[in-house]
């Protein structure tokens, strides 16, 4: 394959038995799930261009790697082992950019391995609400925590807007979502009424670049850059949004809100 560097995937934390007996194990597990994912999607982008030379080569060697879907951790051990490293891909940042279409063509086990279930009655799991999960229900879980991406989205990027529209009178918003994947282009997945959403415009000349940075994961308090422009390629103004976000059985909401400047 033509590999321009190595990648290497890795976890928040280093497996270890923290509150079960065989933790480790399923961090590993759940490791080698997102690695198939990735590879599932590279080859998927790969077949969308059957005339370019490099993704043929990349789709003629995944597709005798991985075989047809769905993958399990067979199909990783079957090729790879995993190594301690410096990690450069974490489980979630693969994840959410790996699209939800893709993911659900991989699956983790749905039982519980022996190790696991050997120690589900030990003091540390009793403490777990019921124990440890298999890594199967696991991988459901983040499939719908990923399907939650585009309406915390739509609802953080429609209050911004609502409050940045008396700085411009132009309504056209350049968009960039660094931390997630939404499956298509912006203006398809995200909707403010009397804005035109598109996603990151390189040449923006009036209208607004907004950026979501500062992103942490499983942490709901978000921060947006954005950038005015006014007819000119030097933005007229900046600034940065912090916004906590909330999940309410009406859906997401934004309780509050801070600028700079």
């Not at 033509?2 to 590993?28: C, K, T």
């Not at 003091?123 to 585009?150: F, I, M, N, Q, Y």
């Not at 949004?241 to 509050?256: D, Q």
């Amino acid at each position: 394959m033509n590999l321009e560097r190595p990648h290497l995937w890795s976890q928040l934390e280093a497996p270890r038995d923290h509150d079960y007996e065989g933790q480790g194990e399923d961090a590993e597990t759940f490791l080698k799930l997102a690695v198939l994912a990735s590879f599932l999607d590279r080859l998927e982008r790969a077949s969308q261009a059957p005339t370019v030379e490099n993704d043929a080569v990349t789709r003629r060697v995944l597709t005798e790697l991985l075989g047809p879907p769905p993958l399990t951790v067979a199909t990783f051990d079957r090729w790879w082992h995993l190594e301690p490293a410096a990690g450069m891909s974490s489980v979630e940042s693969t994840l959410a950019h790996t699209p939800v279409r893709t993911l659900r063509k991989v699956r983790g086990p749905e039982v519980l391995s022996p190790l696991v279930q050997s120690h589900r009655s030990s003091s540390k799991v009793t403490a777990l609400e019921g124990g440890p999960r298999p890594v199967g229900e696991r991988w459901v879980a983040a499939l719908r925590e990923r399907e939650e991406d585009a309406p915390r989205l739509q609802c953080a990027v429609a209050w911004v807007l609502e409050r940045l529209v008396e700085k411009t009178p132009h309504r056209l918003c350049a968009l960039w979502t660094q931390p997630f994947s939404l499956d298509a282009p912006v203006e398809e997945v995200l909707r403010v009424p009397g804005w035109t959403l598109r996603s990151g415009i390189h040449d923006l000349r009036e209208g607004i670049k907004l950026t979501l940075e500062d992103f942490t994961w499983g942490d709901e308090t978000w921060t947006f850059r954005y950038k005015i422009y006014s007819g000119e390629r030097r933005a007229a103004s900046s600034g940065t949004v912090h916004l906590l976000l909330e999940k309410t059985p009406n859906g997401w909401e934004v309780p509050s809100g801070s600028w700079k400047p």
